[in-house]
């Protein structure tokens, strides 16, 4: 069963417009974490925003912010003021199996991925 | 700021071949990933070790791919023989323990794209 879906292969936003990208998720754990992820052409995987499931306040770094809907199991990443260096594969994960300390020792399961292109 | 290192960026090489992927892992990060990533795909976990114990290998194709991780730091992946469709890209990842977002994100390396002709 997939456990991350992602549905929109691909995004287009103008510059310094804002852009949600989407993601909903499946687990019966009651303690994970979702993760955002950039890719560039290059390949590197770079960490964007991290959301606890016991979290009571949606996730903001900078630019993103993760609009955590918990009921609907749906963790939208939010862009604002988009930039043409965003252009990118965008995907969405998910951590289960927090331990009582806090870490997560279960694997990263990702979606299939959203390309955004950002127009000047 | 502390990497995973990688090696090879780039390898090409024919079918039935043998090759070789290393990870250094952050140092004092004890569980270590390597997954696969099919271009146009999201990444897929094939092995994750904690320290030098492996704790999930189920996606590892076993009958030609293996990893080690002796001394519990870096890690060693190989593919023999290789085949058309390992084409993709291997990728590293490294995370720490203890309580909160650092302990519990993943930090990727630059990847390893492998072409299998």
């Known amino acids: 069963a997939q456990k991350i879906t992602q549905t929109q292969p691909g995004m287009f936003v103008q510059e310094k417009e804002a852009v949600t990208l989407d993601c909903t998720y499946d687990t019966s754990d009651p303690s994970y974490g979702l993760f955002w992820y950039k890719q560039p052409s290059s390949g590197e995987m770079i960490f964007l925003i991290y959301q606890g499931s016991y979290d009571q306040q949606n996730a903001t770094e900078g630019r993103y912010s993760l609009n955590f809907q918990k009921a609907r199991k749906s963790a939208n990443l939010v862009i604002s003021a988009s930039q043409l260096g965003d252009s990118a594969m965008y995907f969405c994960a998910m951590r289960e199996g927090f331990g009582a300390g806090g870490t997560s020792y279960g694997k990263l399961t990702f979606g299939q991925g959203t390309i955004l292109t950002v127009h000047p | 700021e502390a990497e995973v290192a990688q090696s090879p960026r780039y390898k090409i090489t024919e079918k039935s071949q043998a090759v070789a992927f290393w990870c250094d892992p952050i140092s004092g990060h004890a569980t270590l990933y390597w997954y696969r990533q099919i271009l146009g795909q999201g990444p897929e976990l094939l092995v994750q070790f904690q320290d030098e114990s492996v704790v999930d290998d189920s996606q590892l194709p076993k009958d030609r791919f293996s990893a080690e991780r002796l001394k519990g730091v870096d890690s060693t992946l190989k593919i023999q023989p290789a085949e058309l469709g390992d084409s993709a890209m291997y990728l590293c990842?490294?995370?720490?323990?203890?309580f909160g977002v650092g302990a519990n994100v993943l930090t990727f390396g630059a990847g390893s794209r492998l072409t299998v002709l």
């Open positions: 990842a490294s995370s720490g323990t203890g």
